[in-house]
Every structure is written in C-alpha cells, then in structure tokens.
C-alpha cells in the first residue's frame, strides 16, 4: 500500500504547446518511488473568420469589409491575433455577385479558417425621359428625343441594350399627347421610361371670316374656316375707328373645319373679327 497522496505538477503555460507533468506526493516503506514526468499537449482551437456580407449599387465603390469571428475561447477577441486583416475580392463591377474572402490574420492558438461573404452588386436607377416637342397642325410629327438622369461613371447610352422607340398617342388635331420612350435595355441598370408630351398647336396663319348670314330680325351667324380643336373668340365694334374691341359671350370650340358663332343681339353696323384663343 502507497501512502501519501498522488498530486502533479505542471509546468506553467496555456498557449499552444508541451508541457510537462511530473506526479509527487506518493510514498511507501517499501517501494523505492521513481516520479516520472509526462507531457500535457495543448493544441490549437478552431477559428473561423467570415466576411460579412455587403451590398453597393453599381457604379458605387466598394463598402468597408468587415469580419465576423466565431471560436475565441477565454474571452479573447481579435486583438490577440497577429498579423493584417485583409481581404481578396473576385474582380468585377457589372451586376452581380462577387466573393470577398479575408486573408492576413495569423495565430499560434489558433486554427484559422477564412471563409469568404459576397459582395452583391445591384442595378443603378436610370430614368430616360422623352423630351417634350411641339408641331404645327398639319405638319409631321418631329424626331422624338430623350434625356437620361442616372448614368454613372460617365457611361453614356452607348452601354445600352435595345433600341430607342417611342409610343405617341394617337391623334392630329390640335392639342397635347403623350410620347413615352421604350426598348431600351440593361443589366446594369433599372430602367424607368418616363413620358413626355407633343403639342400640336394652330397653324401660322389665322381663320378665314366668311359671308355673314342673317338669322331671324336680329341674329347674324357669323362662319370661318376652323382647325378641328382649336377655341377661336368673335370680337366685334361698330366703329373701326374706335380703339377697342368687344367679346361676344361664349368661345367657341371647333369640332371641324368650319366654325360658327351666333351674335343675337346685332345692330345695324358690326364689324366682326376672329382669334385664335388655344
């Protein structure tokens, strides 16, 4: 039978390594105790450093890369690991997504496994807005043009896809319709196709007063040539020496290509004349 009580002692230290471990404290009348030491190996834990996921839009640089950290034990953190934290990125700027991998942090505790994140490009906002024009009635209509808002690194509409087209509401007469750019395309980009308008307006030259007929004992209905859509005012005076003219009530809105306009309470003498109001 031993006497005594077994215990060890440990050579100090708890980074990775070998230490030795020599047990004391047995004894016997009998047994001559040789204490032979042993080693305690301490090898590394597993570390694993990811890169966070990240987001910019095209054209943006590149955002701050950040890490997260998973295995530190006895509450260390990344301040006890040597070396630079780095990081390699897949090269690219198009849309899409591209590996970010950390790299540089080194370790004698540690066990380092670098795991890569992404770094997702996402499309630019681009708006192409139709320009807005103006034609005479009658005339063609003119070449419908665009302007872009949102290109970036001074790229140009040469980087995109498609071909410019335009949808024009349909019409001829005098007024105001839409004109929305189309067909443009891009992996870069999310294209918005905004409209713009095209004004046809009256022609240069003024309506044609034409022979004024009676109406009744004191009506004249007075008649010109017209342009479909266009609002024309009658104004009257007797006296073409006077300096002003008079309105008869109610503009009148022309639905073809003649125009007409009743003035119920005329007198002997009226001079008559006819104006484009819109």
Do not use: C, Q
């Amino acid at each position: 039978m031993l006497g005594g009580t077994l215990g060890f002692t440990r050579a100090p230290g708890e980074n990775v390594g070998t230490y030795p471990v020599t047990p004391n404290g047995l004894t016997s009348g009998n047994y001559t105790i040789t204490f032979n030491p042993g080693n305690l190996t301490i090898s590394r834990a597993a570390l694993s450093i990811t890169a966070d996921p990240k987001t910019k839009t095209y054209g943006a640089a590149d955002p701050t890369f950040t890490v997260t950290y998973a295995g530190f034990v006895n509450s260390e953190t990344a301040a006890v690991l040597g070396g630079s934290l780095g990081f390699t990125r897949a090269p690219g700027e198009n849309v899409g997504t591209y590996a970010v991998t950390p790299n540089g942090l080194t370790s004698g505790n540690y066990t380092i496994t670098f795991s890569p994140g992404n770094l997702t490009i996402t499309r630019a906002a681009l708006s192409v807005t139709a320009d807005n024009k103006t034609k005479t009635y009658g005339a063609a209509d003119p070449a419908f043009t665009v302007a872009y808002v949102g290109f970036v690194n001074s790229e140009t509409a040469a980087v995109l896809g498609g071909t410019l087209g335009f949808n024009r509401a349909p019409g001829e007469n005098v007024g105001t319709y839409a004109v929305t750019p189309n067909g443009l395309t891009s992996g870069n980009y999310t294209i918005t196709f905004i409209p713009g308008t095209l004004t046809i307006t009256p022609p240069a030259v003024g309506p044609t007063l034409l022979s004024l007929k009676g109406a009744g004992t004191s009506n004249v209905v007075i008649t010109w040539t017209a342009v479909s859509n266009v609002t024309y005012r009658v104004e009257y005076k007797t006296d073409l020496n006077a300096g002003t003219w008079s309105a008869l009530p109610g503009d009148v809105l022309a639905s073809g290509n003649l125009a007409s306009k009743v003035d119920g309470d005329a007198v002997s003498i009226r001079f008559y004349r006819i104006l484009v109001v819109h």
